[in-house]
Protein backbone atom coordinates (compact mmCIF):
# COMPACT_ATOMS: atom_id res chain seq x y z
CA UNK A 1 0.00 0.00 0.00
CA UNK A 2 2.59 2.15 0.95
CA UNK A 3 4.22 1.71 -2.88
CA UNK A 4 0.90 3.16 -4.65
CA UNK A 5 0.75 6.33 -2.42
CA UNK A 6 4.64 6.90 -3.33
CA UNK A 7 3.71 6.41 -7.24
CA UNK A 8 0.38 8.12 -6.67
CA UNK A 9 2.41 11.06 -5.81
CA UNK A 10 5.13 10.91 -8.23
CA UNK A 11 2.71 10.74 -11.36
CA UNK A 12 0.68 13.47 -9.85
CA UNK A 13 3.65 15.68 -9.15
CA UNK A 14 5.07 14.84 -12.37
CA UNK A 15 2.00 16.12 -14.84
CA UNK A 16 1.56 18.87 -12.44
CA UNK A 17 5.38 20.00 -13.66
CA UNK A 18 4.37 18.86 -17.10
CA UNK A 19 1.14 20.71 -17.57
CA UNK A 20 3.30 23.88 -15.94
CA UNK A 21 5.52 23.85 -18.59
CA UNK A 22 3.31 23.91 -20.98
CA UNK A 23 1.39 26.55 -19.55
CA UNK A 24 3.74 28.88 -18.42
CA UNK A 25 4.99 29.98 -21.19
CA UNK A 26 1.38 31.07 -22.72
CA UNK A 27 0.99 32.96 -18.69
CA UNK A 28 3.85 34.61 -19.10
CA UNK A 29 4.27 35.22 -22.81
CA UNK A 30 0.26 36.43 -23.28
CA UNK A 31 1.11 40.09 -22.65
CA UNK A 32 3.76 40.40 -25.52
CA UNK A 33 2.25 37.99 -28.65
CA UNK A 34 2.35 40.47 -30.54
CA UNK A 35 6.27 41.10 -30.21
CA UNK A 36 7.92 41.51 -33.64
CA UNK A 37 10.25 38.93 -32.59
CA UNK A 38 7.95 36.37 -31.24
CA UNK A 39 5.76 37.13 -34.64
CA UNK A 40 9.12 36.27 -36.81
CA UNK A 41 10.04 33.22 -34.56
CA UNK A 42 6.62 32.03 -34.89
CA UNK A 43 6.97 32.36 -38.96
CA UNK A 44 10.47 30.81 -39.72
CA UNK A 45 11.45 28.38 -36.65
CA UNK A 46 8.68 26.03 -38.00
CA UNK A 47 10.27 25.18 -41.43
CA UNK A 48 13.64 25.79 -39.99
CA UNK A 49 13.45 22.83 -37.83
CA UNK A 50 12.03 20.56 -40.71
CA UNK A 51 14.93 21.26 -42.95
CA UNK A 52 17.29 20.40 -40.16
CA UNK A 53 15.38 17.03 -39.09
CA UNK A 54 15.81 16.14 -43.07
CA UNK A 55 18.96 17.05 -43.26
CA UNK A 56 19.81 15.14 -39.95
CA UNK A 57 17.86 12.21 -41.36
CA UNK A 58 20.14 12.09 -44.37
CA UNK A 59 23.11 12.59 -42.62
CA UNK A 60 24.49 9.39 -42.42
CA UNK A 61 22.86 7.58 -45.67
CA UNK A 62 23.85 10.26 -47.95
CA UNK A 63 27.83 9.59 -47.01
CA UNK A 64 28.22 6.60 -47.24
CA UNK A 65 25.97 4.64 -50.27
CA UNK A 66 23.22 4.88 -52.65
CA UNK A 67 20.99 3.71 -49.72
CA UNK A 68 19.26 7.02 -49.55
CA UNK A 69 17.33 7.13 -52.69
CA UNK A 70 14.17 5.33 -51.90
CA UNK A 71 14.50 8.27 -48.77
CA UNK A 72 15.37 10.75 -51.31
CA UNK A 73 12.31 10.19 -53.48
CA UNK A 74 9.85 10.29 -50.89
CA UNK A 75 11.29 13.36 -50.22
CA UNK A 76 10.93 14.73 -53.85
CA UNK A 77 7.02 13.41 -53.37
CA UNK A 78 6.27 15.14 -50.36
CA UNK A 79 7.70 18.51 -51.87
CA UNK A 80 5.14 17.51 -55.28
CA UNK A 81 2.17 16.64 -53.14
CA UNK A 82 2.76 20.06 -50.94
CA UNK A 83 3.86 22.11 -53.97
CA UNK A 84 0.53 20.95 -55.89
CA UNK A 85 -2.13 20.53 -53.53
CA UNK A 86 -1.01 22.69 -49.81
CA UNK A 87 -2.10 20.44 -47.43
CA UNK A 88 0.21 19.27 -44.96
CA UNK A 89 -1.65 16.12 -44.30
CA UNK A 90 -1.47 15.18 -47.86
CA UNK A 91 2.03 15.45 -47.98
CA UNK A 92 2.86 13.57 -45.29
CA UNK A 93 0.14 10.87 -45.85
CA UNK A 94 1.79 10.55 -49.73
CA UNK A 95 5.33 10.40 -48.42
CA UNK A 96 4.73 7.68 -45.71
CA UNK A 97 2.66 5.19 -47.79
CA UNK A 98 5.35 5.64 -50.18
CA UNK A 99 7.77 5.06 -47.89
CA UNK A 100 6.47 2.20 -45.76
CA UNK A 101 5.34 0.96 -49.93
CA UNK A 102 8.82 0.69 -50.71
CA UNK A 103 9.70 -0.41 -47.65
CA UNK A 104 7.40 -3.48 -47.79
CA UNK A 105 9.32 -4.14 -50.96
CA UNK A 106 12.30 -4.14 -49.91
CA UNK A 107 13.32 -1.42 -51.56
CA UNK A 108 13.64 0.74 -48.35
Not at 14 to 28: E, K, S
Not at 69 to 86: D, I, K, Q, S
Amino acid sequence: MNEFWYLSSVIALLAGVTFLTRALPFMVLGRVADHPLLEHLGRFLPPIVMVLLVIYSFKNDVAFSLDFLPELGCLLLVTALHLAFRQALISIVGGTAAYMLLVQMGVG
